[in-house]
């Protein structure tokens, strides 16, 4: 992608950077930095690197011009014709990068592209990605024993 496509999708990006960086600065904030493409601090979970005392927040930004693009469980684990690692993959090579720093650690994928509903049986998905979530993710994170908050 080149041109305005691209230059869409750091505009957009950069919004979502200098929220997240607003939602994080507060009187007596524990935020040190916040910084954009920094592959120096792990790579495919760049996009924007928000470091405080105790924590460390790595997100990838994913904005798509269709907006009824949607992300499906084939999509976010096989590899698209650019690249040879699936964004799956990606995300999870970078948290290994990251994963013996100090603190908190939180990896986030951000994007316009919503969670897709249909099952893709040919491809060995016989659920949805938003079956998934509904089903496995949301109630995982809710179980008392895996429950963060």
Given at each position: ?149
């Amino acid at each position: 992608m080149g041109g305005i496509e691209a230059q869409s999708g750091f505009y957009y990006q950069n919004v979502v950077g200098a929220l997240r960086a607003l939602d994080l600065i507060e009187l007596g904030s524990p935020l040190v930095s916040v910084s954009f493409d920094n592959p120096n601090k792990a790579e495919s979970i760049d996009d924007i690197v928000a470091e405080g005392v105790g924590f460390a927040e790595f997100t990838q930004v994913k904005w798509a011009e269709d907006g009824d693009s949607t992300f499906t469980l084939a999509n976010l684990t096989s590899t698209d014709s650019s690249d040879s690692k699936s964004l799956l993959r990606k995300i999870a090579e970078g948290f290994c990068q990251i994963q013996n720093l100090d603190g908190t650690k939180q990896v986030i994928l951000y994007s316009t592209r919503g969670a897709g509903t249909n099952a893709l049986p040919s491809k060995g998905f016989h659920k949805s990605l938003n079956s998934f979530i509904t089903e496995f993710q949301i109630p995982f994170r809710q179980e008392p024993l895996y429950a963060s908050d």
